[in-house]
T-cell receptor, first 114, second 115 residues
């Protein structure tokens, strides 16, 4: 059962363009939505995160847009650069009070061309 | 801090052999996670520990998989006997719980190939 659906599977963007990756979830108990970036041969690393009480969060060229009613959130990479070429994972966290569980989307492979 | 340390980086073994993957979390972190990554299934949570206690092992694919955390600075994931379909990259991650969310720090992974 896939609790976090991510699209597209792969994305090619020209340098300077905007990269957009989308995620959708069903469980309204999720209360924290991070994005992770993974380069080949490395583990994923936290890029940016948002809580559902906020509709947008921006850090440099990276922005998360969050639509609570639609249960969707997206990552926007402005002025995309070749160094942004990586796999991006959205994720969603459930806190049960005694434990926390993070579920990942299936990933989007981004390639930024010159 | 050196970050999360996993060993070995690569493991090639034959079907039926026992495989042990090792992880040293970041000092002071109270959560430890084992994930498996494949092209088909992405990042799958296998099991996680809080304060060395297994909290949720529902992601462990079958009884051939087991994980232990004997102390706060060491965890193992064991596969016995291994099968070709276990070939994947296995990641360990650790985190410090806080009210603002859960920030996972991943190791570099163990690339497992079962022939």
């Amino acid at each position: 059962q896939q609790q976090v659906k991510q699209s597209p599977q792969s994305l090619i963007v020209q340098k300077g363009g905007i990269s957009i990756i989308n995620c959708a979830y069903e469980n309204t108990a999720f209360d924290y939505f991070p994005w992770y970036q993974q380069f080949p041969g490395k583990g994923p690393a936290l890029l940016i995160a948002i809580r559902p009480d906020v509709s947008e969060k921006k850090e440099g060229r990276f922005t998360i847009s969050f639509n609570k009613s639609a249960k969707q959130f997206s990552l926007h990479i402005m002025d995309s650069q070749p160094g942004d070429s990586a796999t991006y994972f959205c994720a969603a966290l459930i806190n049960t009070g005694t434990a926390s569980k993070l579920t990942f989307g299936t990933g989007t492979r981004l390639q930024v061309t010159l | 801090d050196a970050g999360v340390i996993q060993s070995p980086r690569h493991e090639v073994t034959e079907m039926g052999q026992e495989v042990t993957l090792r992880c040293k979390p970041i000092s002071g972190h109270d959560y430890l996670f084992w994930y498996r990554q494949t092209m088909m299934r992405g990042l799958e949570l296998l099991i996680y520990f809080n304060n060395n206690v297994p909290i949720d092992d529902s992601g462990m694919p079958e009884d051939r998989f087991s994980a232990k955390m004997p102390n706060a600075s060491f965890s193992t994931l064991k596969i016995q006997p291994s099968e070709p379909r276990d070939s994947a990259v296995y990641f360990c991650a650790s985190s410090l719980s806080n009210r603002s969310g859960l920030k996972l720090f991943f190791g570099s992974g163990t690339q497992l190939s079962v022939l």
